[in-house]
């Protein structure tokens, strides 16, 4: 092993560290307003009022150095500075947050440039760290979970409280609540009902060659129609059927509200969960089957008990693709009274408070993000026969 590769640990982990130092450094960490609406001055984290902000700078970059620095046997060490990075990047922020808007009810403290370039900076450490373990999947897994909880921690001890985005929710957390509710059920109900139609239909297809093209021409046909514009084209039928029949008008559908985003969730999500499930289906190996076949197995033996458990992991990729694409297009949902995060996206667009779109956001990012994380491993799971 070379020298280099003895130092440090790797090219991304070193990058993220560097980066890591410079966010500390040169970037202004955190924006302070006197209110909600007036511009108001960036700082930078060594320029928060007393020591604290130094203290917290100066900590950040010994754990930048020491990255850099430790051997490359030193493996656990690295992994343990990159959850102290996560902890400071997060900390320092909150308790600069606090300082600056301390007994000021009005004032705003916001995320700055600085924290943005630190958080990517330990995104690039923890990828780093986790590649480290590649062979140990407990571990890696442990890592994860660590990082979520020191933010998690920190939320519920309440160091983020001083954050304007913190305050926007403490003053809308019924609105935030219900239309986070909603959100999930909106994007989870209408991808569960894709599977529940799309995987049947790919064993229909599996079996009948000649209604593939027009089935998946329809399928495709949903697909190619923008969100916005699939919306409005739904309203004017479900706005004519609900005012023409009592019964449609007394399940609740309208051309406007629930109705026509879920439907437009559904038809985005077909497409996705139909051509996985039937492409893992279409790609189980003739050997195997013929194997099958060879024991005695019939044709649906073979098709129950091979080919099924054979795709099965490729069929959840497809519900995984479905949801991660359902949880961002059920933003649009806002926009024609169907509720969810995008209701407080567009309420801060509309009043200009980047920090009630923050709200409206985060959340959605990180359940995005957890939903895929949690789908992936459970396919990597299923493909290897091993534990998440």
């Known amino acids: 092993m070379s020298e280099n590769k003895k130092l440090g640990y790797g090219k991304v982990g070193n990058l993220g560290a560097a980066l890591y130092a410079v966010s500390a ?36 970059l010994v754990i930048s150095l020491l990255l850099f620095v430790l051997p490359h046997k030193r493996r656990f060490m690295r992994a343990l500075l990159t959850l102290a990075a996560v902890f400071m990047t ?23 440039a600085g924290f943005w370039l630190s958080l990517a900076s330990v995104f690039l450490m923890l990828s780093a760290a986790r590649l480290e373990y590649v062979h140990d999947r407990l571990f890696q897994n442990a890592l994860t979970l660590f990082s979520l909880s020191i933010f998690f921690v920190l939320l519920f001890l309440g160091v983020f409280d001083g954050l304007s985005v913190m305050r926007e929710y403490l003053n809308r957390k019924e609105t935030f609540l219900s239309q986070a509710s909603a959100h999930l059920i909106l994007a989870s109900t209408s991808v569960g009902a894709a599977t529940l139609l799309g995987v049947p239909l790919a064993f229909a297809l599996f079996s009948r060659k000649r209604l593939e093209r027009a089935v998946f021409f329809l399928v495709n046909l949903g697909q190619t129609i923008p969100t916005l514009s699939l919306l409005g084209l739904l309203m004017v039928p479900l706005g004519y059927l609900s005012s023409k ?71 959840i990729s497809g519900v995984r693709t479905a949801l991660t694409q359902a949880m961002g297009n059920a933003v649009l949902a806002a926009l024609i009274g169907g509720g969810g995060l995008g209701s407080l996206i567009f309420l801060g667009l509309a009043q200009s408070a980047p920090d009630l779109i923050l709200l409206g956001t985060l959340p959605l990012v990180l359940l995005t993000f957890l939903t895929d994380a949690l789908l992936g491993r459970v396919v990597v799971a299923l493909d290897k026969g091993g534990s998440l």
């Open 25 to 60: 450094l040169f970037f202004p960490y955190i924006q302070y307003r006197p209110n909600r609406v007036l511009t108001g001055e960036a700082y930078r984290l060594w320029q928060i009022d007393g020591m604290q902000g130094i203290i917290y700078c100066a900590i950040m």
């Open 90 to 112: 997060l900390f320092s922020l909150g308790q600069s947050a606090a300082s600056l808007t301390s007994g000021d009810s009005i004032a705003r403290a916001s995320m700055g």
């Open 245 to 315: 029949y009592q019964i449609i008008k007394s399940l609740g559908i309208s051309g406007v509200g629930f109705w026509p985003a879920w439907i437009a969730l559904f038809i985005y999500a077909l497409f996705p969960i139909l051509h996985n499930a039937l492409a893992g289906l279409q790609m189980v190996d003739p050997a195997v089957t013929q194997a099958a076949f060879s024991v005695g197995m019939t044709k649906n033996q073979v098709f129950y008990k091979v080919q099924i458990p054979l795709a099965i992991p490729l069929m």
